[in-house]
């Protein structure tokens, strides 16, 4: 009886026709909430860039079956909605028959979240918490119950052949991305519909409060974050409230975002209704839909690019915050507002953009933007330091001490004293360093002393520093 009743809603849906829109990009997926069936088509290839195949390949769920050769995106549309209360939810999606023919189509889905971005999804960083690639007899796949056959979902990649996966359980607020795919070797091209109904008992005690439905009113999506050379955004007013009853549509942008608009766009589409944004035209893009019920409906969406990170230019990019001291510490300026984080030499990344007790001599940094946009070849940087021990044994391996970097300071004099004041060794910028020795004679293993003279810029001002302090020699 539902297929049936589904039927008639879609033909009567397409009778009449008022196009059911769908989103074959994550970062403009269309906001959903529980009051209503939602009723839609998957059409065309959606955008290669929200799935990396090698990663989808490493999940284990976004495969069809055993089927390895398998298509992860014939045709696509992506959904957004928020938990609007505490509780359990669930899903069906229902493959529906195209007016006049009967159902080809074979609809399987991806879920992510909570809280999880685009940019997380697309470079694999966020995989999916519940999805169904497996082969179906039914007409139903989705997350809960299924409605046709009685089967209870099963947890996540279970091997039982199971077209739907268990419950979820939610907290108000937050919000869940839905990727329903058509997967069909044998499909022709032509749009194919099916039905999205919401579940669960927090969706039968009350489907208006199930989900958030003030959602709906940000139908531009949420905020996006891309990457410089991304694919066009496409941003559509089609998906607003005013349905049907569009008359005119008006786009403006605040490309610094700080309440001024900068300028009017042209829309495309029917009435302009669409407005295509591309790289690397970060801004606030806001829409005004006058109805031919003389009414307004607005909205708003921040749309912000980032490339491979870029150090401030020397000398600000790169900080040495107390070299020629016992800890070398660093600190690094990136060019831009993005996310980014760190690492030293091979090392592992952090957030803070400050390192501790770096080894005096040639280091490197390597950038990576946490978005996705790319990550810096290592870039090379000099602390000034001095090894706190060396080993004169010939192995040629510390044989001689020095101060490394010493080539970079100005007019730099090193003298080398024992522990009781004695001068050893003078050094400077053109000397290798000292090797142990005095007057020939081999110096025992024991803490020695030196004193660094040089000069330094300061705000353009030559300004004489000394440095006193010791190394130890080992035999």
Known sequence: MRTLVS???????????????????????????????????????????????????????????????????NNTSWYVFRAGTDGQIGFDIEALPALGTTITSEYDFALYGPDTDCADISNGTAQPIRCNYEVNSTNFTGVGVNPENGQEGAPPLTANQNTYDEWIDVTAGEVYYLLINNFNTNFDGNPEPFSLTFTGSSVDADQNTALDCTLRDEFLGLDIIACEGDPDITLTALNSPAGPDIATVTWTVDYDDDGTIDATLPGTGPLGAELIVSSPTSGRYFVSILTTLATTITDDILITFYGIPVLLPDPDGIVILDDLSDSNNVEFFVDGDGEYEYAINGGEFQDESVFMDIPPGLNSVIINDKNGCGTTEPIEFLVVGYPKFFTPNGDGIHDAWNIIGIETLTDPVVFIFDRYGKLLKQLDETTIGWDGTFNGRPMPSSDYWFRLEYARDEDGVQVANTIRTHFSLVR
């Open 7 to 73: 039927f008639l809603c879609c033909m009567l849906l397409f009778s009449i026709g008022v196009k059911a829109q769908n989103s074959a990009d994550c970062r403009s997926a269309i906001p959903v909430c529980a009051d209503a069936p939602i009723l839609s088509l998957t059409d065309g290839l959606g955008d290669i860039e929200d799935f990396d195949p090698d990663v989808i390949r490493q999940t284990g769920c976004l495969e069809k079956g055993s089927v390895s050769s398998a298509n992860i995106e």
